[in-house]
């Protein structure tokens, strides 16, 4: 068995699925005092350690079920008071998923002490490096984002394609790098025009409120953005007398 399949292996192993069952309702058990357990929750020191490992193994997958899993193991260290390096190696696992709000997380809520790549062993520090270089993306000449997996290969494939379609669950990250993508688009040219499309009625002011503050923080009118149903009437102007128009 290849390393690249051995992830999803392991997920569908029975005995990995009968310990990470356990977590689960341990972590759910925790989280809600009134609801019981209806057998013992307790999850042993050699249960921890087998989960830290196969966190580690399934943080590099790309599939969701493993990633779900890895992530649920690094929460459930990090919340409990496990020892520092336990700790380490949860946030470990979540710098592997490029987790990056999760650490940040963690250490503002005291679950993680700041700086644990400098705690990692030499092959860990060197590991933390590499993925961050890989997962750095320059927005214009002079401001860089940390993106996350499905961020940075977004990044890549919008670079390479003419046209991409893309789909991704909740919270992943996926207005935000998409109005990276327009800041940088609109930096790099000198005139642009770009349409940009929300599901609903509801999201065009904060989608409005958020590309203008990226776009435009000290509102010089620089960039000109309109949206439908129209602030005020429609001006063919943004097309005629200002260089960047969203």
Not at 111 to 134: C, D, H, N, V, W
Request: hydrophobic share 40%.
């Amino acid at each position: 068995m290849s390393m690249k399949e051995l992830p999803n292996w392991l997920v569908h192993n029975k005995g990995f699925i009968k310990k990470i069952e356990k977590l689960t309702i341990a972590s759910v058990v925790d989280q809600f005092p009134s609801v019981k357990a209806s057998h013992e929750k307790n999850i042993s020191d050699s249960d921890i350690s087998y989960l830290l490992t196969c966190g580690s193994i399934l943080s590099q997958s790309n599939d969701e079920l493993c990633q779900d899993a890895a992530l649920r193991i690094s929460q459930y260290c990090l919340v409990n008071s496990f020892s520092a390096q336990r700790k380490d190696s949860a946030a470990l696992i979540l710098d592997a998923l490029a987790n990056n709000a999760t650490v940040a997380l963690a250490i503002e809520k005291g679950f993680l002490s700041e700086g644990f790549e400098k705690r990692l062993p030499i092959a860990g520090q060197l590991e933390t490096m590499k993925r961050k270089i890989e997962n750095t993306i320059e927005i214009g000449n002079d401001k860089f984002i940390y993106a996350n997996k499905f961020q940075s290969e977004f990044w890549d494939s919008a670079q390479q394609s003419e046209w991409i379609s893309i789909s991704a669950p909740t919270s992943v990250g996926k207005s935000f790098i998409l109005e990276s993508w327009v800041e940088d688009y609109i930096y790099k040219r000198e005139k642009s025009l770009i349409i940009y499309l929300v599901p609903t009625r509801a999201l065009i002011s904060e989608v409005f409120e958020s590309i203008l503050t990226r776009l435009d923080p000290n509102r010089t009118g620089v960039i000109n953005i309109q949206t439908l149903p129209l602030r005020s009437a429609y001006d063919n102007s943004c097309l005629l007398y200002t260089s960047r128009c969203v």
